[in-house]
C-alpha cells in the first residue's frame, strides 16, 4: 500500500520559514519524481516544485529563490524548504510521487503565512 505522509505545516508570520517533509512508502522512491503542490482557498492546485529522482530540480516562478526541494532517498523522504514566506504562499501543500504512468498524492498540510 502506497503512502505519502506530509508534515511540517502550520501558522507563520510573513517573512519566516517552514520545513515540509513527506515521507513514502510502498513505493521504489528512488524512481519517482518527488513533487509539491498547492491549493489555496478558491484556486486550483498548483505545481510549486519537482525534484526527479537523479536531483534535477524546477519551480513555479512564484517561489524561485524562496523555496528549495529535496530529497533523501535512503529515507524515502522529499522536502520542501520555504524562506521568505508571504500571505500569497498560505495553502494546503500536497506531495506529489510519479513516474510517467502513476500518480500517488498525499492528504496534504496546511501552511498559514499571516501578514
Known amino acids: 500500500q502506497v503512502q505519502l505522509v506530509e508534515s511540517g505545516g502550520g501558522l507563520v508570520q510573513a517573512g519566516g520559514s517552514l520545513k515540509l517533509s513527506c515521507a513514502a512508502s510502498g513505493i521504489i522512491f528512488s524512481i519517482y519524481a518527488m513533487g509539491w503542490y498547492r491549493q489555496a482557498p478558491g484556486k486550483q492546485r498548483e505545481l510549486v516544485a519537482v525534484?526527479?529522482?537523479?536531483?534535477?530540480?524546477k519551480y513555479a516562478d512564484s517561489v524561485k529563490g524562496r523555496f528549495t526541494i529535496s530529497r533523501d532517498n535512503a529515507k524515502n523522504t522529499a522536502f520542501l524548504q520555504m524562506n521568505s514566506l508571504k500571505p500569497e504562499d498560505t495553502a494546503v501543500y500536497y506531495c506529489?510521487?510519479?513516474?510517467?504512468?502513476?500518480?500517488?498524492w498525499g492528504k496534504g498540510t496546511l501552511v498559514t503565512v499571516s501578514s
Open positions: 525534484i526527479r529522482g537523479g536531483g534535477s530540480t
Open positions: 506529489n510521487a510519479g513516474t510517467y504512468d502513476t500518480d500517488y
